[in-house]
């Protein structure tokens, strides 16, 4: 499915900014390539020289940058308006392929890795296998199974049910059943393993959501998945899920939104990893009224990422990495449309520059791949996804995102047809929600009684 990568053997692209991302700088540099980074600079130039053909590719006013890592996205939900369209409007089959078709977006985005925490079915895991096996095209992909729920439910409120599996997640009721389904996750073959630590319940009173798991409860999931080999990631937005999730051991944090002190010293102390993931937030924030949300949210999130950011910045500053996710997969953020955005919350919201943002948005990035020596920078020996964009990212992030700014992708030294439009999509048959009216029909509202 898609247009497979053209392979072009040895290639020097000339005359570009070359953002290595080792640290901070850049120069205008050639980078020489094959599956994997071989030099830049003068040995860039001495190794093209010595090669039977190589392929040239003019850079000039671009950045050439590693592949944007995208560590917080949903490939396998297709953009649902409602949590109510994707528990129970999807279907397995038909889901993977319409996951299939959604992945070349954000590869032509210039994401050229992502990471999945949680599936509808298996979908997931299902395209990620597809995409190792050159079935269909993609970024690379590292995956998690369904998010483990307690019975009191997460961000779907009354619909995560009291027991059994719903859309993307599995609700746990004992200690024994954390542990079983953890053990059959890593058999089905998951990268990751999802805890939602926080959730909606009606008549909300505190922070942001409230946590749903006990710290015991987070050691024991966190224990048992060490044991076999697989990480663990949590979704926490409010203080104590953020300060237990670090304390129980968890190797990266979602959010960690409405930080208190407690929670901070706990993350700073066992140094875990935070994807922000404010992009969602911001979208809506910034355009919720241009698409239908309502003013409330808008300014509940606009306040949250206010709030936050500053917890977050501090952070940083003590050696938190912090990650780039976007939560593509919604209707509030689409899939090839917001991948950049993270970066410019980073840079606006907490005051990083935007050479720090990139370094967020590629190699720290390569944390949540678990592959921090194999991607994520252009240095010699590392695998070959480099992205040219038009302009001077290193100035100005939000290039990324503006129309045709993505010259040139490759995955692994592969060039990504990014030209070839992608086929029409036409409406699927009971795929999305239908309502009987915007509104109720009441006398007033059609009698003007």
């Known amino acids: 499915m898609g247009v497979q990568p053209t392979v072009l053997g040895p290639t020097l692209m000339e005359n570009g900014r070359v953002f290595v991302a080792d640290g901070l700088d850049s120069a205008i540099q050639p980078i020489a390539f094959a599956d994997r980074i071989v030099a830049v600079g ?130 746990t009721r004992s200690r024994d059943e954390i542990i079983t389904e953890i053990r059959q996750q890593a058999k089905r073959g998951v990268d990751w393993i999802k805890i939602h630590v926080t959730g909606l319940i009606p008549r909300q009173r505190g922070e942001g959501e409230i946590q749903v798991w006990n710290l015991d409860e987070l050691k024991l999931a966190a224990d048992t998945a060490h044991e076999l080999g697989l990480p663990i990631v949590g979704h926490c937005r409010n203080a104590s899920s953020t300060r237990d999730a670090a304390d129980a051991g968890f190797d990266m944090i979602l959010h960690a939104t409405h ?53 977050l910045r501090r952070a940083y500053d003590a050696g938190v990495p912090i990650l780039c996710g976007t939560e593509s997969g919604f209707s509030i953020t689409p899939y090839g449309e917001w991948h950049w955005r993270e970066l410019q919350v980073l840079v606006e919201n907490l ?51 503006r129309p045709n700014a993505i010259a040139h992708v490759f995955k692994e030294g592969r060039r990504i047809d990014i030209e070839t439009p992608l086929p029409e999509r036409r409406p699927l048959p009971s795929w999305r929600v239908s309502t009987y009216s915007q509104t109720a029909a009441t006398r007033a509202a059609t009698l003007n009684w």
């Open 259 to 311: 930080m208190d002190e407690a929670a901070l010293e706990a993350v700073v102390r066992a140094k875990a990893p935070i994807v922000p993931t404010l992009t969602f937030q911001a979208v809506l924030a910034e355009h919720g009224h241009k698409v239908g949300a309502s003013a409330f949210l808008q300014d509940l999130f606009a306040r949250e990422i206010e709030a936050s950011s500053k917890m």
């Open 42 to 171: 003068s040995e860039a130039l001495a190794w093209a020289a010595e090669q039977p053909s190589v392929t040239r590719i003019d850079a000039s006013g671009m950045t050439v940058m590693p592949g944007l890592i995208d560590a917080h996205c949903h490939i396998s939900f297709d953009e649902p308006h409602s949590n109510d369209e994707l528990f129970f409007h999807r279907r397995e089959g038909l889901a993977a392929i319409v996951a299939a078709y959604n992945v070349q977006k954000v590869l032509r985005a210039g994401v050229t890795s992502i990471l999945d925490a949680d599936t509808i079915f298996s979908v997931s895991l299902d395209l990620r296998d597809a995409i190792e096996g050159g079935v269909t095209v993609g970024p690379r992909m590292a995956c998690g199974g369904n998010a483990l729920f307690t019975s009191v439910g997460g961000t779907a409120g009354m619909l995560v049910p009291d027991e059994g599996a719903v859309g993307y997640l599995k609700v």
């Open 351 to 401: 005051g990083l520059s935007p050479a720090e943002a990139l370094v967020c948005a590629t190699r720290e990035g390569a944390r949540a791949m678990k592959l921090g020596d194999t991607i994520g920078t252009l240095e010699p020996g590392r695998l070959a996804d480099v992205i040219a964009v038009r302009g001077d990212v290193t100035r100005d992030v939000t290039l990324l995102g």
